[in-house]
């Protein structure tokens, strides 16, 4: 009998779940305008949601950018890369200019598009809790903590937004050694890329 193998494209699964997450975010946010919406229970779910959302999309990149950097990175470089755990912000930049054939300040932009992702990816996960002054909800409605407005339904629509640009640019402009890698997930690049 034939050995079965199967593998978990995580960065396809995170994509889904970052895509998934944005949307009730931003739901929880609309329902803010309905007057018999408990507006501190959707409060919390924006956050939750957009939490969610914007951590998925970050480890959406981190778990492409392992998938690419094993196809464009050199083995020597990409097996210390995994040995040390190199961080994700330094080498993501490093996998995406051998990955696309974007111009060096379309990549540019390209990256600086994702750092309030990365950014708000680590901050999250290594926060250290503080008493803050509450700022006004973008419903305009209430006050709330200064995390609560920043992981809500907008940051989370973005981090999903550059996650897309950045499956695109590997979609659209794959450099050749990447070429069959994007050919052979152009549905499962499609299916994310869409809104």
Wanted: hydrophobic share 40%.
């Amino acid at each position: 009998m034939a050995e079965v193998r199967m593998a978990t494209a995580f960065w396809i699964v995170w994509a889904e779940i970052a895509k998934g997450h944005a949307v009730a975010s931003e739901c929880a946010y609309q329902s803010h305008k309905c007057a018999t919406t408990d507006r501190d229970e959707a409060g919390q779910q924006e956050f939750y949601s957009g939490l969610q959302a914007i951590c998925a999309a970050a480890f959406a990149l981190d778990a492409a950018c392992w998938e690419w950097g094993s196809k464009v990175i050199e083995s020597k470089m990409y097996v210390q890369w995994k040995a040390t755990r190199k961080p994700f912000k330094r080498r993501f930049g490093e996998t995406l200019k051998r990955s696309v054939t974007l111009t060096g300040p379309q990549i540019e932009a390209l990256l600086a598009d994702c750092k309030p992702m990365i950014r708000m990816r680590g901050d999250a996960v290594h926060y250290v809790q503080r008493c803050e002054e509450p700022v006004q909800h973008r419903s305009g409605l209430y006050h709330t903590a200064p995390a609560r407005v920043e992981y809500g339904g907008e940051a989370a629509r973005a981090a999903v937004t550059v996650l897309q640009k950045v499956y695109r640019a590997v979609k659209d402009y794959p450099k050749p050694k990447l070429e069959k890698w994007s050919h052979d997930n152009v549905l499962s690049l499609e299916k994310i890329i869409e809104n």
